[in-house]
């Protein structure tokens, strides 16, 4: 039987995997969420420059990826690390969907029904992925060649994740316990490495609430993002972390965590996102096609009557719903003198307001369509009639 890895183990290993990959590329970047893995990994990189243990780079350049539905917790651990960072030369970017692509301003202003786990999980491309691509784009044409992205990757986060980790294993002749490297072509923006791929969940607590806090290992602000996932109990916990209210989540563990831990209850409204968002998904709130819809191809659909977007009165309803809800969080956070909530800030808000005024609609939808409550025959092209039959999900594509 093989010998677990112990910390110092994991360590060396890590610094083995930056060394191994890292000379191939001068200028690196690091894809930071925020989130427990890799915050670990960046202050674990950060530290290991600072020490000699790894060879620095000709260009490092952190991307943090704010979605502006970060939990609290997590976002001000983010601001005193970004702090951190610029104060040892460290350029910091912080990467954000654009205006009509965030996560509220595209539910409420373009009418588009929020994410779900089976037809239209739109969510994780659109404020993570794609602002992220593009800022690699932009690094790439700065830098004018090839980028090396180092990632928190972690086997053991997902069944889905670790199945494409194994099947990659060992490629371009990589030894195990290297890390996950993936090797693009030459065209490409950019290399990927996963230097904490071999750490157990122990290692990432261990490094975050004992290691990382000490001077000699980086003075990092990373005992406050363990409130996130539960505190001194966060490996026990096991909260996955998202957005506040996450759609995609059947309970809303890291949150409902949170607002029990001492000096974090104010944050308790929040609890009341997830009720709107599943409140705009139902048939009440949405239109729906009244009949036949033809494809580009020429065919007719095959999901007719689908319910789409959200109505106009529904939107504006869900806008004063949130920032009541925010509002809420900021009387609290200020009579406590406690980080304050911005869900939504002005710009977000105006935004909103100007596109429902401007009676905006996602493509191929007029607003004109019936409501989805409203119960019409569906008329085939054989002339045969068929009552509706709601379907369990919507099919709905922006």
């Known amino acids: 039987m093989s010998r677990r890895l112990n910390m110092r183990d994991s360590i060396e290993m890590t610094a083995n995997s930056l060394n191994a990959y890292g000379e191939l590329h001068k200028h690196w970047s690091v894809a930071w969420s925020g989130g427990k893995d890799s915050t670990a990994t960046l202050t674990v990189l950060i530290w290991m420059l600072d020490a000699g243990l790894v060879k620095r780079p000709e260009t490092l350049t952190v991307l943090f990826a704010d979605t502006r539905m970060e939990l609290t917790p997590l976002m001000a651990a983010a601001q005193d690390i970004i702090s951190d960072l610029r104060e040892r030369g460290i350029e910091v970017r912080t990467v ?43 690094l790439y044409a700065e830098r004018g060649e090839k980028i090396l992205t180092i990632t928190g990757v972690r086997q053991g986060e997902s069944a889905v994740r670790d199945k494409r980790i194994l099947m990659s294993c060992g490629k371009n002749g990589a030894e195990c316990g290297q890390g996950w490297y993936q090797e693009t072509l030459p065209g490409n923006l950019t290399d990927t490495l996963a230097p904490l791929l071999h750490w157990r969940v122990c290692h990432v607590w261990e490094w975050l609430r004992t290691w990382a806090p000490k001077s000699k290992f980086g003075d990092w602000s990373t005992k406050l993002l363990a ?58 709130q949405r239109i729906r096609k009244a009949g036949l819809e033809k494809l580009k191809s020429g065919k007719n659909s095959k999901n007719p009557q689908r319910m789409g977007p959200i109505t106009l009165e529904a939107r504006l309803e869900a806008l004063e719903r949130i920032l009541a809800i925010q509002a809420e969080v900021n009387r609290g956070a200020d009579a406590a003198g406690r980080k304050r909530v911005d869900i939504l800030n002005a710009e977000e808000e105006a935004r909103i307001r100007e596109l429902i005024a401007l009676n905006t609609w996602p493509q191929r939808w007029t607003g004109e369509e019936p409501l989805a409550t409203e119960v019409l025959p569906t008329v085939y092209a054989d002339g045969t009639v068929q009552p509706l039959l709601f379907h369990a999900d919507d099919g709905y594509l922006s």
């Not at 944050?267 to 048939?283: A, M, S, T």
């Open 96 to 138: 954000m969907a654009p205006l009509d692509k965030r996560f509220l301003v595209y539910i409420l202003g373009r009418g588009i029904p929020p994410p779900n786990n089976n037809t239209l999980r739109w969510c994780t491309r659109q404020i993570k992925v794609d602002p992220m691509t593009a800022e690699l784009r932009s």
């Open 227 to 284: 409130e996130a996932y539960g505190g001194d109990e966060a490996e026990e916990v096991n909260a996955r972390t998202g957005c506040m209210g996450c759609p995609l989540a059947s309970k809303d563990t890291a949150l409902e965590n949170i607002v029990t831990r001492p000096g974090w209850e104010y944050l308790k409204p929040l609890l009341g996102l997830k009720p709107i968002y599943r409140w705009l998904r139902e048939p009440s």
